[in-house]
C-alpha cells in the first residue's frame, strides 16, 4: 500500500518508540545499527512492520 508521508513518519515514529521501548524486532538488522528509527526504516522498507492504518470516511 501507498502511504502518504505524513502516515509514514507516523507510522516509523509509532515502531521506533516500539523498539525503543524493548518490542521484538522483526528484521535482520546489522550489529552497528543501533538507532531505533533506522531499525524502523529498515522494517518499514521490507514492508514487516506490524502497525496498520485504518481510514475512516464520514
Do not use: C, H
Amino acid at each position: 500500500m501507498k502511504y502518504t508521508r505524513f502516515e509514514k513518519a507516523r507510522i516509523i515514529g509509532a515502531r521506533a518508540l516500539q523498539i525503543a521501548l524493548g518490542a521484538p524486532i522483526l528484521v535482520d538488522y546489522p550489529v552497528e545499527m543501533i538507532d531505533p528509527v533506522d531499525i524502523a526504516m529498515l522494517e518499514y522498507d521490507e514492508n514487516i512492520v506490524p502497525i496498520s492504518v485504518n481510514y475512516e470516511t464520514n
